[in-house]
């Protein structure tokens, strides 16, 4: 899995830096501010030509909202960059049928639908609401690509255990677990029920298998070749947002409260959309049959994927070259959390400390608290 997804990591996370240092406030707010029809309809198309993995997509949508955008929007972005993307639609074209594919982007456009319908709704803390006009016209720094490899290697830095944990745990789920013993836990053979439980579990599945971006397509195949329904086996695929990794990540990110909350959105989101694409294909008359058949979760694409992770090889030496090249002295503009590893702007940090004569910034009030303990114990 990791060689499957190694580039697009590499990828997410460049633009995630970029975004950080090369957008200002202003920017964001005119591109994302909202979440009109419109606004929702550019987050999508601009989250599906990011194809980040959701590791990456998450570091994105973070950026995206500590740069002022809509909450809602960002959300949506972060959706359409894991799961409207075109490398997803061609690996499940070749392991499931164009079916599938082709459900990807019809049960991709239900979840952004049921999204910006339900996240609104949702009582943010108030740090995570559209900022006041005195804070949107807050001078943007110059940045340099220097400064965009810092915010990269920052936000590896911040999620590294849970990449690490994700990626050892798939695989083992992968090599130890038989996919008979994933079967057991669905229900077949009894029409609504049977589709209404496949649906509910597909995301649950993804959750305890610590899926990852396309990574999670050779086994969603396993799955329905061997008799989970269509409608599960979407909600699974889409469900990639939801594996334990990320929702640490979301922890991290939004906090305990307001992660569960998006947890739950996201479930719910993930099973509709799976079972609403069913029933249209359903009524349409063309719904893929089970057949016995189960591909091996080899590489797909070997070739491709090969020189993408040799590009993004000699990209990651660059990004690292940038990085421990940067201006670290005081007069810099950015300075590193201690606690975290992430970069953060002196000018508009979440917070700030002071120790034995020195300032330390941090992303977050919860960092700083951290450190205040490290230091006081």
Not at 94 to 113: K, P, R, S, Y
Not at 137 to 153: I, K, L, N, Y
Not at 162 to 185: C, K, M, N, R, Y
Not at 320 to 333: H, Q
Request: contains cysteine; charged residues 10%; proline residues 3%.
């Amino acid at each position: 899995m990791f060689f499957d997804t190694f580039w697009a990591l590499v990828l997410g996370f460049a633009i995630s830096g970029a975004i950080q240092a090369f957008t200002s406030r202003e920017k964001a707010l005119a591109a994302l501010g909202n979440h009109k029809p419109a606004t929702i309809v550019k987050a999508s198309f601009l989250g599906a030509i990011s194809s980040s993995c959701s590791y990456a997509a998450s570091a994105i949508a973070k950026s995206l909202i500590d740069k002022g955008a809509d909450f809602t929007t960002a959300i949506v972005f972060m959706f359409a960059s894991t799961n409207l993307v075109f490398e997803l639609g061609l690996v499940m074209w070749t392991l499931l049928g164009w079916q599938f594919a082709a459900a990807e982007f019809i049960g991709g456009a239900i979840m952004i639908v049921l999204l910006t319908l339900i996240m609104p709704r949702l009582n943010l803390p108030k740090r995570f609401r559209l900022l006041k006009m005195a804070e949107e016209s807050t001078p943007h720094v110059r940045s340099t690509w220097h400064d965009a490899a810092g915010f990269t290697v920052g936000d590896l830095t911040m999620v590294r255990s849970e990449l690490v944990i994700g990626f050892l745990v798939a695989g083992l789920a992968d090599t130890l677990i038989p996919v008979s013993w994933w079967h057991h836990l669905f229900l077949a053979g009894h029409g609504l029920l049977s589709t209404i439980e496949n649906v509910i579990l597909g995301p649950f599945i993804a959750f305890t298998s610590f899926v990852c971006s396309v990574g999670n397509v050779p086994l969603g195949a396993a799955l329905w070749n061997s008799g989970i329904s269509f409608g599960g086996t979407i909600s699974f695929i889409f469900a990639d947002l939801l594996a334990l990794p990320l929702v640490l990540i979301y922890k991290k990110f939004f906090g305990l409260k307001l992660s569960m909350k998006l947890v739950a959105v996201f479930w719910l989101t993930m099973s509709v959309s799976g079972f609403l694409t069913e029933k249209i294909f359903s009524l349409l008359k063309i719904l893929p049959a089970h057949h016995g058949l189960v591909p091996h979760a080899s590489r797909i694409g070997n070739n491709f994927t090969s020189w993408m992770n040799l590009i993004a090889l000699m990209v990651s030496i660059g990004i690292f070259a940038l990085y421990i090249t940067r201006n670290k002295g005081e007069d810099s503009l950015y300075a590193k959390d201690p606690i975290c590893g992430m970069q953060v702007e002196k000018a508009t940090a979440a917070a700030v400390f002071e120790h034995d004569g020195q300032v330390y910034y941090f992303c977050a009030p919860g960092c700083m608290e951290s450190f205040k303990n490290s230091v006081s114990a």
